[in-house]
């Protein structure tokens, strides 16, 4: 039965990986903001975000697999838990291999949705080419991840990612030395550490695979793919909504001059941290209710839901402290310029309240993916992007980079409101007679 020490021993390692996950960008922003150069730090903000946005593409290369494997082990189907690592590793490998064959259209694109400042161009340029070549690895580890995380083995799942950002940490600090352009150090230190990531995960669980004719035959099963895709389709619109978000509120900040748009990138690296933290205790709920569904406990399934909302209103108020305590020494972490910092304080109350208006999505998320149901999710996103747009329209021209911030945190609380109403009746549904019968 689940328990509040049975789902933490889960959840723990989750959080800290999650954590880890968007310390690429932030440790990036932070190395190159102490180089007190203003360009090279919007340059590697731009390049974080659109890293940061684009993987959140397809991160339902980690979430689905997770939730596939917990329900395929919830089962004792060992061939089936296999296989939500193969294919959905085959899929990574595919899209970052495009991603680096289509690099020209994707590089230019981001620099015109969002580099507004041309003294920019020439290394947004640079850290984007340089960092699309690992995104096959990228990818890849995705599904490692979600695999392990999928298996319980989440320790191991935080061994791997830990290690991958100590090794970024290291190596950008040599390699901005070591580089005339330090963009250019930092994005070939970042990416260095991507592609040695997935190695160390693939090392990881290369002698828990079964090799069999049987495997090879499963794998080529090209119905199988469209299926995967065809229940990931949700989350796949899901991201491209956030992503187009995030796009939005990166240009907006971007006309307003070099200042605004580094204090935003930098406050986004905050809200980056807490949404991956928050996502930690969802991907718990994910491997937890996976089970829960696969064993067709209803009473399982409501314990992980109330201890897991327990620990996000716990993190909440955690995490709104620890940022209101320590907020000039955050800041200072982030850059030690004056005018940058004063920018910075004048917009950082709006970063005390996401965590307040945040969390929830991330729980439900985790849920609607241990359940293997993501339409809430999309649908979520599609009613929050609607809100967005609308209170930007109204309030950019008038209260400027205020209104971003006021519409940003107006969209993460629709998501939470219209998901956990959701979650309420797919609740009452999934586990009626008639739907277990």
Same mark, same amino acid.
């Given at each position: 039965?689940?328990?509040?020490?049975?789902?933490?021993?889960?959840?723990?390692?989750?959080?800290?990986?999650?954590?880890?996950?968007?310390?690429?960008?932030?440790?990036?922003?932070?190395?190159?903001?102490?180089?007190?150069?203003?360009?090279?730090?919007?340059?590697?903000?731009?390049?974080?975000?659109?890293?940061?946005?684009?993987?959140?593409?397809?991160?339902?290369?980690?979430?689905?697999?997770?939730?596939?494997?917990?329900?395929?082990?919830?089962?004792?189907?060992?061939?089936?838990?296999?296989?939500?690592?193969?294919?959905?590793?085959?899929?990574?490998?595919?899209?970052?291999?495009?991603?680096?064959?289509?690099?020209?259209?994707?590089?230019?694109?981001?620099?015109?949705?969002?580099?507004?400042?041309?003294?920019?161009?020439?290394?947004?340029?640079?850290?984007?080419?340089?960092?699309?070549?690992?995104?096959?690895?990228?990818?890849?580890?995705?599904?490692?991840?979600?695999?392990?995380?999928?298996?319980?083995?989440?320790?191991?799942?935080?061994?791997?990612?830990?290690?991958?950002?100590?090794?970024?940490?290291?190596?950008?600090?040599?390699?901005?030395?070591?580089?005339?352009?330090?963009?250019?150090?930092?994005?070939?230190?970042?990416?260095?550490?991507?592609?040695?990531?997935?190695?160390?995960?693939?090392?990881?669980?290369?002698?828990?695979?079964?090799?069999?004719?049987?495997?090879?035959?499963?794998?080529?099963?090209?119905?199988?793919?469209?299926?995967?895709?065809?229940?990931?389709?949700?989350?796949?619109?899901?991201?491209?909504?956030?992503?187009?978000?995030?796009?939005?509120?990166?240009?907006?900040?971007?006309?307003?001059?070099?200042?605004?748009?580094?204090?935003?990138?930098?406050?986004?690296?905050?809200?980056?941290?807490?949404?991956?933290?928050?996502?930690?205790?969802?991907?718990?709920?994910?491997?937890?209710?996976?089970?829960?569904?696969?064993?067709?406990?209803?009473?399982?399934?409501?314990?992980?839901?109330? =201890?897991?909302?327990? $620990?996000? #209103?716990?993190?909440?108020?955690? @995490?709104? !402290?620890?940022?209101? %305590?320590?907020?000039? &020494? *955050?800041?200072?972490?982030?850059?030690?310029?004056?005018?940058?910092?004063?920018?910075?304080?004048?917009?950082?109350?709006?970063?005390?309240?996401?965590?307040?208006?945040?969390?929830?999505?991330?729980?439900?998320?985790?849920?609607?993916?241990?359940?293997?149901?993501?339409?809430?999710?999309?649908?979520? =996103?599609?009613?929050? $992007?609607? #809100?967005?747009?609308?209170?930007? @329209?109204? !309030?950019?021209?008038? %209260?400027?980079?205020? &209104? *971003?911030?006021?519409?940003?945190?107006?969209?993460?609380?629709?998501?939470?409101?219209?998901?956990?109403?959701?979650?309420?009746?797919?609740?009452?549904?999934?586990?009626?007679?008639?739907?277990?019968?």
């Amino acid at each position: 039965m689940v328990s509040a020490k049975s789902f933490w021993l889960i959840a723990y390692p989750l959080v800290l990986a999650g954590f880890s996950t968007p310390l690429l960008g932030v440790v990036d922003t932070i190395v190159i903001a102490n180089t007190g150069q203003l360009t090279a730090i919007g340059a590697v903000a731009i390049g974080a975000v659109v890293f940061n946005t684009l993987y959140w593409l397809f991160g339902f290369l980690k979430i689905s697999t997770s939730g596939f494997t917990a329900q395929a082990l919830g089962q004792n189907d060992l061939n089936l838990a296999q296989m939500s690592l193969f294919r959905p590793l085959v899929i990574a490998f595919f899209v970052g291999t495009s991603f680096v064959l289509f690099l020209i259209p994707i590089r230019e694109s981001a620099i015109h949705l969002l580099v507004t400042d041309a003294s920019m161009a020439d290394s947004v340029r640079t850290y984007i080419t340089t960092r699309l070549y690992a995104a096959p690895f990228s990818l890849g580890t995705y599904v490692i991840l979600g695999w392990l995380i999928g298996h319980g083995r989440v320790r191991t799942a935080l061994v791997i990612q830990i290690g991958g950002n100590v090794l970024n940490i290291l190596l950008d600090v040599w390699f901005i030395r070591m580089f005339d352009d330090p963009v250019a150090g930092i994005a070939v230190a970042t990416s260095l550490s991507e592609v040695m990531t997935f190695g160390f995960g693939w090392l990881f669980i290369h002698g828990r695979i079964t090799y069999s004719a049987q495997s090879a035959r499963d794998l080529m099963n090209v119905g199988a793919y469209f299926t995967y895709l065809t229940v990931n389709r949700d989350l796949f619109i899901r991201t491209v909504f956030l992503l187009l978000m995030t796009a939005w509120f990166t240009s907006l900040g971007a006309r307003q001059g070099v200042e605004t748009l580094s204090a935003n990138a930098i406050l986004f690296q905050l809200q980056y941290l807490i949404a991956y933290w928050f996502s930690g205790i969802g991907q718990a709920a994910t491997v937890l209710i996976g089970r829960a569904i696969g064993q067709k406990s209803i009473e399982s399934y409501r314990l992980t839901v109330q =201890i897991a909302s327990r $620990f996000i #209103v716990w993190s909440t108020i955690g @995490i709104t !402290l620890l940022l209101s %305590v320590a907020q000039q &020494g *955050i800041i200072r972490l982030f850059t030690e310029d004056i005018t940058l910092r004063s920018t910075i304080e004048t917009y950082y109350m709006w970063i005390l309240i996401y965590p307040l208006v945040g969390g929830l999505a991330m729980l439900y998320e985790g849920v609607f993916a241990g359940i293997g149901d993501a339409r809430p999710v999309r649908n979520s =996103i599609i009613y929050a $992007f609607v #809100v967005f747009t609308s209170l930007v @329209i109204m !309030l950019f021209p008038t %209260v400027g980079n205020h &209104g *971003i911030w006021i519409a940003f945190l107006c969209f993460s609380l629709t998501r939470s409101l219209s998901l956990g109403i959701n979650e309420r009746r797919r609740r009452n549904r999934l586990f009626s007679p008639s739907h277990r019968s």
